[in-house]
């Protein structure tokens, strides 16, 4: 993929541009599955925030960016919302309740009022 030569987006504060970059970051940086039945989902909420954040990294890289990297980010965020990293068991979640002594299966299973 070819970057414009004004991928650096000069004159942009550094704050809002950290902001962008904190905001891919939570994007892209969900808990891993605990189990390769929880991979499914993990992979569909993974690739529905990836896409968001690859949106808002092109908005913001853009010959002529429609908007600025402040309603980008915040852009972003708002999606991140309507997709959350839940219905599904995490490995730190397995770790906490065998540690609790709960048995394997206990602890792979989605606690409940979590979406399936």
């Known amino acids: 993929?070819?970057?414009?030569?004004?991928?650096?987006?000069?004159?942009?504060?550094?704050d809002e541009l950290r902001g962008l970059?904190?905001?891919?970051?939570e994007a892209l940086d969900?808990?891993?599955?605990?189990?390769?039945?929880?991979?499914?989902?993990?992979h569909r909420i993974l690739?529905?925030?990836a896409m968001h954040a690859v949106i808002?990294?092109?908005?913001?890289?853009?010959?002529?960016?429609?908007?600025?990297i402040e309603w980008t980010t915040e852009y972003l965020r708002e999606q991140l919302v309507k997709h959350p990293?839940?219905?599904y068991v995490t490995s730190d979640q397995t770790h906490a309740a065998l540690a609790e002594g709960k048995?394997?299966?206990e602890a792979v299973t989605l606690p409940a009022g979590e979406d399936q």
């Open 1 to 14: 993929m070819d970057l414009p030569m004004s991928a650096a987006v000069p004159g942009k504060p550094a």
């Open 21 to 25: 970059l904190a905001a891919v970051l």
């Open 30 to 42: 969900i808990p891993h599955p605990a189990t390769i039945g929880d991979s499914e989902v993990h």
């Open 47 to 49: 690739a529905d925030r």
């Open 56 to 68: 808002a990294l092109r908005s913001a890289l853009g010959n002529r960016a429609l908007l600025d």
């Open 85 to 87: 990293a839940t219905g």
């Open 103 to 105: 048995t394997w299966s």
